[in-house]
């Protein structure tokens, strides 16, 4: 048999021990596994301003609507959509939280003041009770900002589904909309106009939601509005009666091997003019306390985040208590842990109603992502607010929501 030469048993044993040597340097010079994640708060906006409702015209709350219904079509989500999508689109995210995710139905003519009271439905005896609420039996769509935005998002290669079972409805009202002249002359049938609000999460399609869940705050903001309906004998005073909810929506959603679970909401709105235990605010601090419960039954890490309707400066210079309520929970404010760190206050609201302001009017920060760890150490906190520069505005000119959203993107040791 030929024997091997020394020289070359030599180099052939040399590589030999190094070829047994490899792995135990690769695990010894490998990178630590990281856990990532990446998510996405952003309120679309209604349009208009809603509150309108409460301080109707000289015509009436009708023309309240009209006025709000007009404007939400001047403020084009379709438009606005795009823009938010290419916002989207350049964090990638694996989750999203959405507020203000409106559902605009109508029906022409409306039958919500037709004589014969088809269109009405009353919740206790008439007369004696006046209350009432107007039936909901508009179904031509308008806008559906949720297929809008997904439809956007699809355009560009990014496929996200809806999780259903954490995308609460939080109210769905009807009412008529008309147009009148500077007389209170009624121009026209009314229009029947239908809003659905909605807070939804979506998923990027590729990964695992493992649970879903949805509710409502116990505590709401009941809505009461003086309001003339037709009867046999005439137009009568009446009280038209809804109740606009809000909620939250939660996930456990795994990206690679890491679980999170996520928490999507929309507190009162609040009032900054009142104080803390008047009216909208206390709404609000119930509906925080409720939620700030609620993450003690979360297993961390986790997300909170959404549209609190409350600053920094809660329950100081601010009365709306949102933020200071869930600051007593074990929440970190992610703004305040990013890195690096800026002297950006990060306002996320103040665009005008039309949103067509020429230069930002950004004034408070309202929308958050909050987190806990848990056992994770966190090794880079990136926060972004998101719609908020000139160059992020449509084509026409439009800011994309009143809001700014929040990005965030996490990574952890392993």
């Known amino acids: 048999m030929k024997q091997i030469s020394r020289p070359l048993f030599a180099i052939f044993s040399a590589l030999l021990a190094l070829l047994l040597a490899l792995p135990a340097d690769a695990a010894k010079n490998s990178k630590p596994r990281k856990a990532k994640i990446k998510a996405v708060s952003y309120n679309l906006y209604l349009g208009a301003d809603i509150y309108r409702v409460f301080d109707p015209p000289l015509c009436g709350t009708a023309q309240a609507v009209h006025d709000i219904h007009t404007i939400i079509q001047q403020t084009n989500f379709p438009e606005r959509a795009e823009a938010i999508a290419d916002q989207i689109m350049m964090q990638e995210p694996h989750v999203i939280g959405l507020q203000e995710v409106s559902l605009l139905r109508t029906q022409f003519p409306g039958n919500s003041l037709a004589p014969d009271g088809s269109g009405i439905e009353f919740l206790g005896d008439f007369p004696t009770d006046p209350r009432f609420t107007f039936k909901l039996d508009a179904t031509n ?50 229009t029947d106009v239908r809003l659905t609000d909605r807070d939804v999460i979506l998923v990027r399609s590729d990964l695992q939601v493992n649970l879903a869940l949805r509710d409502k705050f116990e505590f709401n903001a009941p809505i009461e509005l003086p309001a003339m ?34 928490v999507n909401t929309h507190l009162e709105i609040g009032n900054s003019a009142l104080p803390s235990d008047q009216e909208l605010n206390l709404v609000q601090a119930l509906q925080a306390t409720e939620l700030g419960l609620l993450t003690l039954t979360l297993q961390p890490p986790f997300l909170v985040m959404g549209d609190i309707n409350s600053s920094p400066g809660s329950l100081l210079t601010d009365p709306r208590p949102a933020f200071a309520i869930l600051s007593g929970f074990p929440l970190e404010d992610l703004w305040t842990l990013r890195s690096p760190m800026y002297t950006d206050p990060g306002y996320t609201f103040g665009q005008n109603e039309t949103v067509d302001n020429a230069e930002s009017l950004m004034f408070e920060r309202i929308d958050y992502v909050f987190a806990n760890f848990g056992d994770l150490e966190p090794d880079k906190i990136k926060v972004e607010v998101l719609g908020a520069d000139e160059a992020d505005k449509t084509p026409s000119g439009l800011w994309p929501s009143d809001h700014a959203g929040v990005a965030v993107k996490l990574s952890f040791e392993k």
């Open 141 to 190: 769509v308008q806008y559906d900002f949720l297929q809008i935005l997904l439809d956007a998002l699809a355009a560009r290669g990014m496929d996200y589904v809806t999780v259903e079972a954490a995308s609460p409805v939080n109210a769905d009202v009807e009412f008529p909309a008309i147009e009148f002249d500077e007389f209170c002359n009624q121009q026209g049938l009314p």
């Open 229 to 262: 309906i037709p009867t046999p004998g005439g137009l009568v005073p009446a009280l038209y009666v809804t109740e606009f909810f809000r909620g939250w929506g939660m996930i456990d959603l795994t990206i690679k091997d890491q679980s999170y679970q996520i």
